[in-house]
């Protein structure tokens, strides 16, 4: 279902993100050792999947979260699996020595979720959107509230029609 306070669109290919992923690695490189990432899926796998080989990073731990049931539209928040406690318990505890990872910060609701459970944790996403940007201390990009990011696992070919129409065949 479209949601009309969402109306920009920004897709991103394998490549740009396996780019901007990478640049999530290199602005992590400098600010400190982590034992463990903790990565929300489903969003966080692929993130975490480069920036943990780009780190050297062994460690993967899940807390699974779902929100948007219906693409566009948020409903109620599920958290399916929670951290483990030996993560949580890292370095004294609280998140300490852990880097979260997640696609995207969007509204923030995912990431104060995760916040709550490891409030030492370093937060990392690819993208981030103005409301979510506040629980973040790591991004790339940032777009604006009203825009849709469309990640290349979610999407397909698909044949566009020229903008002049009366030139077709
Ligand atoms: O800042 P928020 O408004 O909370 O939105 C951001 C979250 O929404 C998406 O996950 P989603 O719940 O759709 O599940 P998925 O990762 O399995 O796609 C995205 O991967 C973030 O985790
Ligand atoms: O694919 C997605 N794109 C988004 O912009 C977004 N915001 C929350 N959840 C999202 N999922
Ligand atoms: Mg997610």
Avoid at 8 to 37: C, M, N, T
Avoid at 84 to 111: F, H, Q, R, S
Avoid at 116 to 142: C, I, N, Q, S, W
Wanted: charged share 20%; aromatic share 10%; proline share 7%.
């Amino acid at each position: 279902m479209e949601n009309p306070e969402q109306n920009k669109a920004f897709p991103v290919s394998w490549d740009q993100f396996h780019r901007d992923a990478r640049a999530l690695a290199w602005r992590l490189s400098g600010q400190g050792e982590w034992q463990a990432i903790v990565c929300i899926t489903r969003g966080g796998l692929v993130p975490a999947a480069i920036v943990a080989r780009e780190l050297g990073i062994r460690m993967i731990e899940t807390v699974c979260i779902a929100s948007y049931h219906d693409y566009e539209n948020q409903g109620s928040l599920h958290v399916i699996k929670p951290i483990d406690p030996k993560v949580v318990g890292l370095e004294g505890g609280d998140g300490n020595g852990v880097l979260v990872i997640d696609d995207l910060v969007d509204t923030g609701k995912t990431a104060r979720v995760v916040r709550e459970m490891l409030p030492k944790a370093h937060f990392a996403t690819v993208y981030a959107k103005p409301m979510g940007r506040p629980l973040v201390d790591t991004f790339v990009t940032e777009v604006s509230q009203d825009t849709w990011i469309y990640f290349p696992w979610d999407m397909g070919w698909q044949f566009q029609p020229p903008l002049n129409k009366n030139t077709a065949g």
